[in-house]
């Protein structure tokens, strides 16, 4: 009695473990999420059952953490979505943001360029010699202002001597 009870027991067990077996396989075909409780639910067995069956909770664990295969849906949630999205529409706005600055960048280089060819435009070494030039004028613009005032005060200087000679001049023709 006791040997028959214990094949039955193994029977009904891999009856359940071919169920488990069968719903795996399901779910990975249609694309479901996978977890011990909804697929215990798909086999019609606790979850005890997969919990004492370590090699099946295993395989479950496995096809739950798998990535997204060809043929198997991944199941995502509203909120990834939404987080997705946001994602991307942030990455667009960095993108043309981007590609503004390009296109902004390269009209201007076109534009110097077809200025300099067109001939209207001073060629790059004119340009920086009549900057040269201007700061050479300012030098010497400068420079004369300084001079006049130097000269101000020699001839200030020369007068003072001319007085100081005449004075000295005068007094030493009264004591004569």
Known sequence: MTSSMIEGRRADS????????????????????ISVSSLARAARVD?????????????????????VQEGRLAAVSRASLQADLANALER??????????LERRLSERLGEQAWRES??????????????????EQDLTQ???????????????RAANRELTRAINSASNRHS
């Open 14 to 33: 891999a009856r359940r473990r071919d169920r488990v077996i069968k719903a795996l396989d399901a779910a990975l075909r249609t694309g479901v999420d």
């Open 47 to 67: 979850r005890s059952f997969l919990y004492r069956h370590r090699d099946l909770l295993e395989r479950v664990h496995t096809a739950a953490n798998t990535p």
């Open 92 to 101: 667009n706005t960095r993108l043309v943001a981007c590609v503004r600055q």
């Open 119 to 136: 001939g209207l435009g001073a060629p790059p070494d004119v340009d920086q010699l009549q900057r040269h030039i201007t700061l050479l």
């Open 143 to 157: 420079t004369r202002g300084e001079l006049e005032e130097k000269t101000e005060e020699l001839e200030a200087a």
